[in-house]
């Protein structure tokens, strides 16, 4: 139980891990897929920024000649060149601000035979053709801070999402931390628990010795007998909770160890056991069983503390009417046992949780019984080592019914 449930961890481990990556790859990816959005939509702002100053150039060409001269790279004054190249400049300019483009860019006039390969990937061009007597002319744009632009737009989310992440990641190697820790105090809490009620052990056998001693020498006298019932009752209890404890305790350490256990007997013994309590609470306890095979590989002693927990709880949930059937059955190598009382039963909601460790029904107006919700628990733990399957079945008001199942097949 306990190796199946640390390669359960190891694999939540693992999967969490695999998980996060897995986010990490799927964040860049959609990063990256942002960035060449973002550089496709600049790109088309652009392309519509150069149309438009191409139509407004085309304009300016019908009123100025110089203009015309100017682009198509004819010998011209220097100081006409120098204001035909602001004039095309703040063309360009004021076109890009439109646009919501406000970068830093250089531009030339160039001749589209001349640019190379590397340029078209960096640059953007505007061809004049149609409006200049020279058909390959075209504005040669460059923004020297474009890919840095583009990454700042993007810039502030990679950064979040890449911390949010490794925040995470850190967060659960924390966790991860401390629940071993508190795994191992709790360990450390269960030794010291185990090893203080091994030491109950010599004491008790002491006192359970000493009462019979007492018990035999004052034979005749009423009074003193009656105390002396009232401590070995109270030493059976104790005996009972520590024999509980310790069979759990084993349960954790050895849940291996197995011997042919005979149901039937174990269920015989269990209802002779408990009769002489019920008769004496005016109930009364039934037993009837089908079938042939109820050998189970199993701890007697645990599987014992198991049925008994069952029985046991019957009694004390049922505070008018103790009235309990067992039932043993054998049917294709499947056996079940099932214990039945007409206590106080349950709720739906409530059935779903009895079997949590420290889980008990709230009292306030349902029962006094007094108990730490621990009974079932290992129960349930014992009937798991071996395989078997526990199940409830209860109506408020009406009773109860357990419902253990071993398939041997
Ligand atoms: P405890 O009896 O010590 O509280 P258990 O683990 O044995 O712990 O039971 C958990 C809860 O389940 C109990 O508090 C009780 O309310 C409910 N319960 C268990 N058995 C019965 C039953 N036969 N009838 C009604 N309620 C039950």
Redesign the pocket.
Known sequence: MDKTSHRHRKLVVAATFAALILLLAIHVFWLFKAARLEEQIFNQRVAIALKEARDEVAVRLVQCIQMNEYLCGKQCAHDVAHNKRAELDSIIHSRLEINNIHLKYWFEINHAHLSSATDKNNCYYQSLSGLLPTDDIHIKVQFPDRSRYVMAQLGGLFVASITFIFLVAISFVVMLRLYHREKLLMQQTIDFINNMVHEFQTPLANIRLATSMIKKRIAGDAKNEEYIQIVQKEHHKLQGHIDKILNVAALGQNNNATEPVDLLQLTRDAADNFRPRITALNGTIGFHYQGTNFILKGNYELLETAWN?LID??I??SPDNVEILLCLTEENGKQTFIVE?Q????STN?TKR?FDQY???SSGDI?N?K???????HTWQIISAYEGKIKVE?TLGKG?R?IIEFNQK
């Open positions: 927990s709880n019957a004390k949930y009382d206590g106080i039963g349950m409530e009895i889980y008990r029904v029962h019984v108990g730490f919700g621990l009974g079932l628990y209860s109860t357990f």
